[in-house]
């Protein structure tokens, strides 16, 4: 017989972190964000709450008081045997019913293992708890039931797959629901990234969630805001005269009315660098940068989440009046673009070649604009949301870009695909520093000229 088998598993419970208890009103309230239960005077439930606070209780007790904490995910529980703790089965909402077996179960697609300071974490955004596993070997032995006796998992590996099912981790492996769009809707990735960038049921703001700032408080320094330049070529961008435009352009009613994505261009009349440039300085150009405590914050024509403004425009110019073709960055402190790839490089190519098939019409732009973050000027400060405030940055440039496309006359369209690969080749940025994460395609309207000749 194994070890494993050979010794007797203990389960201990306890409150889980966090929670705290109030009298008032003639009541018990137990709390622990965003968890609320309001118990009567006398409630045997707040009899038991001190002793599962300080110490815990071994597991088993049936009580009411203490099924009622367990059914309703306020008690953690710690499995171990002689050779110390095994796993930790962290509650994070109440238990939903847990599914007959009637057939053999496997882990569910949405599930997600990581390593961890030497344990491995498992989580789903579908489980109700998440499962820190100090001994690697009884994830294996709990999914995998033995034919034999001889070779049956021990206690705790049992008791593992108890919690596996108890709480949501298995799932029938030729189904999973499979003629459910609500659950076919979502890839594993998609479900895991909009739970965890969330503020759900792991705690509280600041409690490893929103604006931290971890990084400071990890002795790390912040980003500046200003990127590192390219060495190649610079371009200086006129500035706008908006003296007459604030009259002929019309009310963000009337513009916001007209709006409409196009993704066709007039090449024989093609966009202008001047036009260009009011577009840009229009949306992304740097106001003014200021400090407080050792950070860059920035002011510019658009909102961003913390004032951090990580996002980078990449112009790639394949017909722009003006303006050799080429891959450029917008240098938005300076209003100047600087050359980064001639427009014949193989990732640039690429990178339009995307943005065609993203466009539907398989017809190259006149100007792609990449967008790209400096993920560390955001990460730095908020934890457990950083990349989701990434992408609503983005989705506000792209509605900047767009309501003043249209207020131009140009013709714009945000697009939902990018290369980040080919970003990365073409700019030569670390990914994990400076990433791809949008496109928007511009140029001359066809419809503008029409107007203009009749």
Same mark, same amino acid.
């Given at each position: ?98 599914? /007959? ?38 994830? /294996? ?55 965890? #960038? ?78 260009? #440039? ?28 913390? #004032? ?93 870009? /767009?309501?003043?496309?249209? /207020? ?36 001359? #309207? ?9």
């Amino acid at each position: 017989m194994s070890r494993a088998q050979d010794i007797a598993a203990d389960r201990t419970e306890r409150l889980k972190p966090g929670v705290f208890s109030a009298e008032r009103g003639g009541r018990t309230h137990l709390m622990a964000w965003p968890h609320h239960i309001s118990l009567p005077a006398g409630h045997p439930t707040a009899e038991v709450i001190a002793r599962l606070a300080d110490t815990g209780q071994p597991a088993g007790a049936e009580d009411p008081a203490t099924e009622l904490l367990r059914r309703e995910g306020w008690l953690d529980q710690e499995f171990s045997d002689d050779r110390g703790v095994a796993f930790v089965v962290r509650q994070l909402r109440a238990r939903g019913p847990v599914p /007959a077996v009637g057939r053999r179960l496997d882990l569910s697609r949405f599930a997600v293992i990581r390593a961890e300071a030497g344990a491995l974490i498992l989580e789903s955004p579908l489980a109700s708890a998440e499962i820190t596993i100090h001994r690697r070997e009884l994830l /294996a032995a709990a999914l995998c039931p033995a034919t034999d006796s001889a070779s049956a998992p021990g206690e705790l590996a049992a008791a593992l797959g108890e919690q596996l099912l108890a709480t949501g981790f298995l799932a029938d492996p030729e189904g999973e629901q499979a003629q459910e769009l609500r659950y076919r809707q979502w890839s594993p990735h998609e479900l895991l990234f909009h739970d965890r #960038s969330r503020l759900g049921y792991r705690g509280y703001v600041g409690d490893g969630f929103g604006g931290t700032w971890w990084g400071r408080a990890a002795g790390l320094e912040p980003e500046p805001a200003a990127p590192p330049p390219y060495p190649g070529p610079r371009v200086e961008l006129a500035v706008p005269d908006f003296t007459d435009r604030r009259l002929s352009e019309g009310s963000y009613f009337d513009i916001a009315e007209q709006r409409r994505s196009e993704r066709v261009h007039d090449d024989e009349c093609p966009i202008s660098v001047d036009q260009l #440039s009011e577009l840009l300085y229009r949306t992304a150009r740097v106001r003014r940068v200021h400090e407080e405590d050792g950070v860059e914050f920035v002011s510019s024509p658009r909102p961003s989440g913390g #004032s951090v403004y990580e996002l980078e425009l990449y112009p790639v110019i394949t017909r722009c009046s003006g303006l050799d073709s080429g891959l450029y960055h917008y240098d938005a402190h300076r209003h100047e673009l600087e050359l980064v790839r001639p427009v014949d490089h193989y990732a640039v190519r690429r990178m339009l070649r995307v943005a065609s098939q993203g466009s539907t019409t398989g017809v190259v732009p006149q100007v792609l604009l990449v967008v790209a973050a400096r993920v560390g000027r955001v990460m730095w400060k908020y934890e457990g949301m950083g990349y989701a405030v990434v992408l609503k940055n983005t989705g506000v440039l792209y509605h900047a870009l /767009a309501e003043t496309s249209s /207020a131009m006359g140009l013709a714009g369209c945000p697009l939902g695909t990018d290369d980040a690969v080919a970003f990365t080749e073409a700019t030569g940025r670390d990914p994990l520093v400076e990433c791809s994460v949008g496109q928007f395609i511009v140029g001359s #309207s066809p419809g503008r000229r029409e107007e203009q000749s009749r």
